[in-house]
């Protein structure tokens, strides 16, 4: 099964960018349903976006213009670009993997099995 690792939280001022990360091993992360997840301190986690292996996308309301998710197959990553960020975006985010057989539609309520073990991002 796949493994995830993500990287490239870190701090950051209001109004600010960062890209992160999530670099996939022991299959080809293209084949997956894909998706990026952020859980803050006291609150529920929350779907940020997800991205098909055709390449479709779809985002949360609270992110949509400013975060960007995107692959590499060459490199077998995951990324999302986050722009314009706020302090409402101070979380901790995720990456996931639905099942390589999952059909349905890929969104961020499809049913992930994989999970990496997150990195925080600090807006202030």
Sequence with gaps: HVQLVESGGGSVQAGGSLRLSCTGSGDTLSSYCM???RQAPGKEREG???IDSDGSTSYADSVKGRFTISKDKAKNTLFLQMSNLKSEDTAMYYCAAASVTF???CST????NYWGQGTQVTVS
């Design 35 to 37: 998706g990026w997840f």
């Design 109 to 112: 309520r499809a049913p992930f």
């Design 48 to 50: 940020v976006a997800a």
């Design 103 to 105: 059909v349905g539609t």
